[in-house]
């Protein structure tokens, strides 16, 4: 069974560009979410979406916006890139069929590096 | 509010020895506790998770979590040791759906 999908594998921008990652959730699962992980850190909640609407959001700033798509699958993108910015960026996703607590499965993630 | 503290940055063992890592949370209601594992430029993978079930959790590979309410704790065990598990340990506290919250990792490091 194909796993969580994360593309492109990498990235490298320029400060104030911006940039939009795609995730494709497990066949089946409804709901996707968004990490950042920073070098040495725990990954940071940044959105979950369930049938396409915004069901979660972590403490980022405006310039991080994402959607979901009818198939699922969802993109974040983030705009005025900071050096800050420069991570490693998991997507998750989980069925949303009433299982308590929710597993998340993650894909391999999308590191961005910002120059 | 939640978040988890993870005790130790750094668990060095030798093959073959046990493995302990240490996990205390905090939770304004019945937390839900999970232990993921980050190989070297893979994604996370999941260890475990406490569902309320049973206070002592079996895992992937051997290892297994016991939670325990009046320490608010959640550590991570294995009796022994093996090469492959050199990793980052993650645990993660959730409100139940859209949120994880991470501790900050502790690298396990086995050496032969």
């Known amino acids: 069974d194909a796993g969580v999908t994360q593309s492109p594998t990498h990235l490298i921008k320029t400060r104030g560009q911006q940039v939009t990652l795609r995730c494709s959730p497990i066949s089946g699962h409804k709901s996707v979410s968004w990490y950042q992980q920073v070098l040495g850190q725990g990954p940071q909640f940044i959105f979950q979406?369930?049938?396409?609407?915004?069901?979660g959001r972590g403490n980022f700033p405006d310039r991080f916006s994402a959607r979901q798509f009818p198939n699922y699958s969802s993109e974040l993108n983030v705009n005025a890139l900071l050096l800050g910015d420069s991570a490693l960026y998991l997507c998750?996703?989980?069925?949303?069929?009433?299982?308590?607590?929710?597993?998340?499965?993650f894909g391999p993630g999308t590191r961005l590096l910002v120059l | 509010a939640q978040s988890v503290t993870q005790l130790d940055s750094h668990v060095s063992v030798s093959e073959g020895t046990p493995v302990l890592l240490r996990c205390n949370y905090s939770s304004s209601y019945s937390p839900s506790l999970f232990w993921y594992v980050q190989h070297p430029n893979k994604g996370l993978q999941l260890l475990l998770k406490y569902t309320s079930a049973a206070t002592l959790v079996k895992g992937i590979n051997g290892f297994e979590a016991e939670f325990k309410k009046s320490e608010t704790s959640f550590h991570l065990t294995k009796p022994s040791a093996h090469m492959s598990d050199a990793a980052e340990y993650f645990c993660?506290?959730?409100?139940?759906?859209?949120?994880?919250?991470f501790g900050k990792g502790t690298m396990l490091l086995v050496s032969p």
């Open positions: 979406y369930y049938e396409k609407e915004e069901r």
């Open positions: 993660v506290v959730s409100d139940g759906y859209s949120t994880l919250t």
């Open positions: 998750a996703s989980s069925l949303s069929s009433g299982e308590y607590p929710e597993t998340q499965y």
